[in-house]
């Protein structure tokens, strides 16, 4: 049921950006404004909830719990793990913004500040660390942390609605509203994972249009969504253990290398002094970033940029989450969060330093006008900040490669999600499955490509991940009642063990009447 009714509903939304993409534009931009303008709120205090919940699980007494039996081994090395992850989580997306954000907040700032000045620089070096660092990977692990419990200790199916057993019960988990539960997690992760690869096919067309003159268009952009449909799912074809786990480990490989060389021969140690003042500044300012908004100033940055990127990474958690549960098996609580939590944090604290940091000092300093750039086209950013550097030929089509091998891995882990959750939880879904995903959410992306580029895709995303927010909410109590429950059980045992030892104690120190 859950596969037929979200294939219809997404083969519908497609059809309707491609027959009327100025209607569905105006239906996603009303809709936007609605849920920016009214749960605006609700976006900032779930998104920080999450951070909270997931380190008191962490550090509480449940971080020791295994996911799975209590001897269970990890089934990954842990880089392997964390460039799986990592891959599937973000990767498209700092490739994409990593010079283009930092640069465009430098050159609109948000807090009143005025543009163009030091202190617009500060800020936008630590909203960019806000906007990717913790707050996004706590909404991942969220939903992570909970289909790996109840799949891996529990026994459960590897679905979103078996989460809810604890709070509503079996029954209702098997009927109507373990169905709905499933297909919103379905429809977010479409709409979700459209949105990212529609971010990469800008950025793949950037780069060929600046190293090679290709034309910057929709037609070259279908292009690329068909000539990468058929890659990732030759890709998705050859299994978890051997497609994605290779393409991760690539793509991790790629990126540290092209960091590494940014930081060697660009400004390191503004780089260097970068990254120290904005992690400062983040951790000093993160709950008051966590829960601003601008009732009384009606300034929209907050909307365009914080609350769409909480709205795209609830949208992202069912297929990151679900990945990510995927290959976690045999972790302990405690190690999952942190190692979800901190580790890809920092590496993208570096990124934005690295790469962010190198466009800020090309602007402010070399004279080279990236603030036009990006202006006109935040697609191109990131090669003219590399054309600028020695090897910059070189290293931009090194950079066009990896946005292509993650627009591959991501699109490949997405078919492998939708296919678990389009059948019943199945831990390794049919080739046929995983197809009939592939073609659907390139189909998804060309349209909401053409019903009005990048702005179509953010409206989307938001729209999509407004109802699946209460749905992430429910399962964090769902989820703690669980581990309750769990411990509870524990130290019964604990209590029975105790007073069986006692006795026998007792029974042997007792005299001999002989």
Avoid at 60 to 86: H, Q, V
Avoid at 217 to 239: D, E, H, P, R
Avoid at 242 to 259: C, D, F, M, R
Avoid at 317 to 325: D, E, K, L, R, S
């Amino acid at each position: 049921m859950v596969f037929v009714i979200t294939i219809i509903i997404v083969t519908l939304f497609a059809l309707w950006g491609i027959i009327a993409p100025e209607q569905l534009a105006t239906v996603a931009n009303q809709a936007y404004n609605f849920s920016i303008q009214n749960f605006g709120w609700f976006y900032l205090m779930a998104t920080l909830f999450f951070l909270l919940f997931a380190f008191y699980l962490a550090f509480s007494r449940f971080g020791a719990i295994r996911l799975g039996d209590d001897d269970d081994e990890p089934e990954y090395s842990t880089l392997t793990w964390l460039s799986m992850l990592f891959s599937a989580g973000m990767g498209i997306g700092l490739v994409f913004w990593g010079v283009a954000e930092p640069l465009s907040h430098y050159i609109s700032p948000p807090e009143g500040a005025e543009g163009g000045t030091p202190t617009a620089a500060r800020l936008a070096m630590r909203y960019s660390f806000f906007h990717w660092g913790l707050h996004p990977w706590a909404i991942y692990t969220i939903i992570g942390l909970a289909l790996a419990y109840f799949q891996y200790r529990k026994g459960y199916k590897g679905l979103i609605s078996s989460t809810f057993i604890p709070l509503v019960g079996q029954r209702a988990v098997d009927g109507w509203l373990g169905k709905v539960i499933d297909i919103l997690a379905v429809i977010a992760t479409v709409f979700g994972v459209a949105t990212s690869l529609g971010l990469g096919t800008l950025q793949i067309n950037g780069g060929l249009n600046h190293l090679f003159g290709i034309a910057n268009s929709a037609v070259t952009q279908i292009i690329i969504i068909v000539i990468v449909t058929v890659l990732f799912l030759v890709s998705a074809t050859t299994g978890l253990n051997k497609g994605i786990k290779i393409l991760s480990n690539t793509n991790l490989i790629i990126a540290v290398l092209l960091l590494l060389f940014v930081l060697a021969v660009g400004p390191t140690s503004f780089i260097f002094e970068t990254f120290t003042t904005s992690l400062g500044s983040y951790l000093q300012n993160i709950m008051n970033m966590s829960l601003r908004l601008t009732p009384f100033s009606r300034d929209t940055w907050i909307g365009a940029w914080t609350l769409f990127y909480w709205a795209w990474w609830i949208a992202w958690a069912p297929f990151v989450g679900t990945f990510i549960a995927r290959v976690s098996k045999g972790r302990t609580i405690k190690e999952f969060v942190i190692y979800v939590i901190i580790i890809p944090s920092l590496f993208g604290f570096i990124w934005f330093s690295v790469f962010g940091g190198t466009g800020l000092h090309l602007e402010m300093f070399n004279v080279v006008n990236l603030s036009d750039v990006v202006a006109q086209d935040t697609t191109i950013a990131l090669f003219v900040t590399l054309e600028n550097l020695p090897l910059g030929t070189i290293i931009a089509f090194i950079a066009t490669l990896l946005v292509t091998i993650f627009f591959i891995t991501s699109a490949d882990s997405a078919t492998f999600v939708l296919g678990m959750l389009t059948t019943d939880g199945n831990l390794n879904p049919s080739n046929k499955v995983k197809l009939v995903w592939g073609v659907l959410q390139s189909a998804i992306a060309v349209a909401l490509l053409l019903s009005g580029g990048l702005s179509g895709l953010q409206t989307a995303s938001i729209v999509a991940a407004l109802p699946f927010a209460i749905v992430l909410i429910g399962m964090c109590f769902s989820l703690l009642k669980a581990l309750q429950a769990e411990d509870k059980e524990r130290r019964k045992k604990e209590k029975l063990q105790r007073q069986k030892l006692r006795r026998l104690l007792e029974e042997n120190l007792q005299p001999n009447p002989n």
